[in-house]
């Protein structure tokens, strides 16, 4: 930490602060400019971080040296993070998996319909919102423990692990039940309550980026999630708030060479959130891929007009399909793949796929 | 709600739309003009806001007509909601209350020096923090429900009535039992089932704005409270985040009269969380009265270099002393008071005060 | 300066970088932390501010320690700095002039209204543009030269000096010639030709913060016009882009106690351009004024509906007598007063008044 | 134009409001629903832009239904634009062409080596600053006409077209004589005077996005130059301010879909500038390909550290070569290919190739 003194501080300004400084265990070096005198503490990470530096009188301003973050580092752990989810998936490696399905679960016939046409297209897993966090309390919130069934019964069907949204501690139990990936989406990004808590669980968490938050609160979410022991963190671009209006949100792609330069842990890219309309996701995605994303999260709908929450922003299963042959040479130029599961299409209605088969 | 149809859509895709919102209940009404052709629906305002009208070939955008919000609204009550919290203190009124206090409760004997101080003020409700949201997962995070007591025995002591953050649903009963108004913190304004819940009780709720939310989303997130029953909502202004990098974020006072016009609930101003230096602090607390505000929240520390929490942005006693002097003046221009507790100077330690007495 | 080693840098990446900075003139203090080697730099800052430290091998990052700002700062100059504008207007005094009239210039008689009615009221300065700055081509784009003529024919009528913007540095002479105090607006903060011209004149300068200008730059502009000698530079707080929807810009009132610590020229306010709707704008100059403002500039027309350009924002003359009535106590409240002009009722059409006089 | 009036608007404001708007030459269609009386206003787009509807009595808000553009807008011209640049450069093609070369000139030789590498490398078009603003009076301000000199001496060597920035209206003759495509600069995108100036000319101009500006905004500022008769205008999306610091500004490469989508004119991309460090730029280019860039600009430098301005973002000739190499599959799995210079490695100094030819 580098502390600035203020021009005209006093002698005993300084003294007080090296005093205080050193009783906490730090040590100071002070260094004399024509201008200002400066402090450098050496000590603690945790310790320097936390003193309010500014409210010592003399103190003009103070300058942090190291990055607040150790586990989700690259300094901390060199290699990518990787990791399985089912048989069929892994995040964190060459194939570039993608999640696709529906905002929210709206009900057993239409879920199914989407999950069929998804998996008929090789997508490895299923999105699904049972939980969903809308802006007016008139809003369909979604249907709940019965969504869940419902997505685990389609997992059943199509062997497509299912990834959903978990918004309140209260419903750990029952979304660890049900669920193969938990989401933790741009609202609850800072809420520290519910990643201490999915800290604490063994299956890989998604973790959304804050609509405001800077890549630095992003990291430091993430590791209040690593810092509880679950090393299974999923970092998910999906747009931030900036003064335009045309689309939803900005994509902020450059997000993405950033995170995979500072952390070990894989990085995907939520396109349909940041857009919040359909017309442009191709386009992005395609850029996603091409920044380094290790993996897409896409919003797919048979129906998107009837869609319950969301549905501007939905593709159709063939536009999907058409994604996917638009992204396959875009991943081979950057030394990537898609993550497709092969043979999905001969899985039919009917047929029972094992968990963890 | 106004659809404004592409310049190219086809007779079938206005006779589609047309007819699909007639089956929603919606009355249509088709205007062409030279340029576009206009689709004006009438109908039940929650389902008007529910549908991805963009989503339908040939629907260029829509336009709505009615803000989202009901309860809140002026529209729907015209007068200033009004509501006591404790036997001292009105929020809503002419006389303008301050909430003062550490950013978070560390130690009975600190509470009790910095509430003594402040009671000695005149200042009507104290704050404190038990549950702190950190961004860092190494951070001081808050005392539980032992600073939950230690607020509570200074009531006791002062007869001030205790405000305090709550982060998670599982918290509310133990909250409950010990504060007297319940804070929803900038991170947690769009944490919906927290709202659902603390709309269900008969405390007041200060809402803080999002740092990144719109007045709209702030107005909405104040509609859950209310729609579950409870009418005593604050809201609170308490910066929002921009570029700029002098200030933690941009205290946004024309937040304000703004809300002041939309909504009939009383929005008071935290200037200490927006600005993040005390020395912004005195100025930005004259504009925030002078700009309307119902009401201040102020971090007030005896020993800010100490803080745990947010010591770069507290007051200490003699200088919320010295802002009030120089408040009072620009309450009265503004035709308003503030509101401070007389005799307060004669509670002393030792004597009890009966809480509600 | 402060720069950072990358853990992994290379003894010889040290010296090379230190070899580099000592060629330049630098003193260089090398440092070495358990975690981080640290480069410390001393010499002139104009060389300190313009190494690209991170081209370097092995520089992680670069911490500056002074500010880059120096004839505008209060380091450099101590004292408020004060100037007369005609006869009756001070800036940097304790009473706050203010700037009324018009966005545009849009007629001799329209303009002779609205100026008879400012000067009623004790009104010390007219503005009017002359040069309109618009999104669109086909918007009105001002009268030129004839404007310019207008607004000083109506300085011999009042004698109100006049402000008006310039646009181009080709129209200098002519805004020169008939303009007290000039303009600049907020696209053209960072036209650094323009502030280069206006920085050679001996008329006062109002340099309005760009709409996404950070402070630091800001003053950065001001230092621009200073350096090269003219010292009268008036900054104008008006509002930043944020991503607030219901106000057209979102104004910064921070920005004037920060301001005022870090410079000695006069800060006003100009709330119309912030909020762009005119109900917020007597809330928001009341709470300038308490913030410290040294000047307002507000939007007047007598007819806004009629207003070729920003008329949803425009006072009408009795809203602005009445915000002067506002206004008075809470200047007062905070040890100012407004500047009026006593006795400007007492002129009428007809009479002449001296420039000067 | 649809207005909506106040739930509490009377007759007599409804009839003063139809009447006004008819006299101006518009029709009016007035619809009453439950909640809200509608008045949809027809007419001139210009006359529908101006009016200050929310001045008058009784309105609450005003939408506008038509976007404010037309001669850049695709619905007047559905084709992609295309201009030849040399005779070996297109834009709006299928090829990608690349402008490269320093920010700022800063001296005979070092161009030289700087477009005698570009030229080896087959970059079709050179890039240099000779007037540079910097937001520091004291940083260097660019050589200058000898700047255009030693790039005019150097297309004759290496046979690229040269680009470079101009900033002020006075120098528009210089720049001329010199360049072969002129550039507005981020903060000029709404100098509307300079606009207007390039507008009058026969040569393409770059435009830059301002760095907040809207996407509305962006294509006003083209249509100021459109509008003048120059319909050679280049899109540049360079980066947005918003509030993440890790990079300078936050490159939107959602802007190129969009900008494909609302207009015919070539959009191309700078991430230098919006990326301000290097380490990301290879990256963000793949990406910006991938969303459809119709070309790119890139600084590069063969020193870059002992670069006087913006040192820290440019490529060296071999970080350039290496990531011609990585667009190359990228481009042409979106169809596209890089448009390089064929045989230009033969070109040599001493060789005059003939402007032209």
Not at 277 to 280: A, E, I
């Given at each position: 930490m580098i502390i600035v003194m203020k021009p005209d501080h006093t002698a005993d300004e300084l003294r007080e602060l090296v005093m205080k400084m050193e009783k906490l265990g730090l040590k100071t070096h002070i260094s004399k400019g024509e201008r200002r005198t400066i402090v450098g503490l050496i000590g603690d990470r945790d310790i320097l971080q936390e003193i309010p530096y500014t409210s010592f009188a003399g103190v003009e301003s103070a300058h942090p040296i190291l990055r607040p973050y150790k586990l989700v580092s690259r300094e901390f752990k060199e290699d990518n993070t990787r990791f399985q989810v089912g048989p069929n998936c892994e995040f964190g490696g060459k194939a570039i998996p993608i999640i696709a399905g529906p905002c929210a679960v709206e009900g057993r016939e239409v879920l199914e319909e989407i999950a069929d046409a998804l998996h008929e297209l090789g997508i490895p897993l299923l999105r699904g919102g049972a939980f969903k966090p809308r802006t007016s309390p008139y809003s369909f919130q979604g249907l709940g423990e019965m969504a869940l069934k419902f997505m685990s019964d389609v997992r059943e069907r199509t062997g497509m692990p299912v990834v959903t949204e978990i918004m309140d501690p209260r419903d750990l139990l029952l979304v660890y039940k049900y669920a193969d990936v938990l989401q933790i989406g741009t609202r609850n990004m800072q809420n520290f309550r519910l990643l201490t808590e999915v800290g604490q669980l063994d299956k890989p968490v998604i973790l959304k980026r804050g609509m405001s938050a800077t890549i630095k609160e992003f990291l430091m979410s993430a590791e209040y999630i690593m810092s509880r022991g679950n090393g299974k963190v999923i970092l998910c671009e999906r747009g931030i708030r900036t003064f335009e209006t045309e689309t939803r949100n900005t994509l902020d792609l450059s997000a993405v060479p950033l995170l995979k330069q500072l952390t070990h842990l894989p990085v995907i890219v939520d396109p349909s959130h940041a857009l919040g309309?359909?017309?442009?996701i191709p386009a992005m995605t395609l850029a996603a891929v091409a920044a380094g994303a290790d993996g897409l999260m896409i919003e797919v709908h048979v129906r998107p007009h009837e869609a319950l929450s969301d549905g501007a922003q939905s593709l159709t299963p063939e536009g999907m399909a058409n994604l996917i042959e638009r992204l396959r040479p875009v991943a081979k130029a950057v030394g990537r793949e898609l993550l497709l599961v092969p043979g999905a299409h001969q899985v039919r209605a009917g047929e029972k796929v094992e968990a963890g088969a």
């Open positions: 309309r359909v017309d442009l």
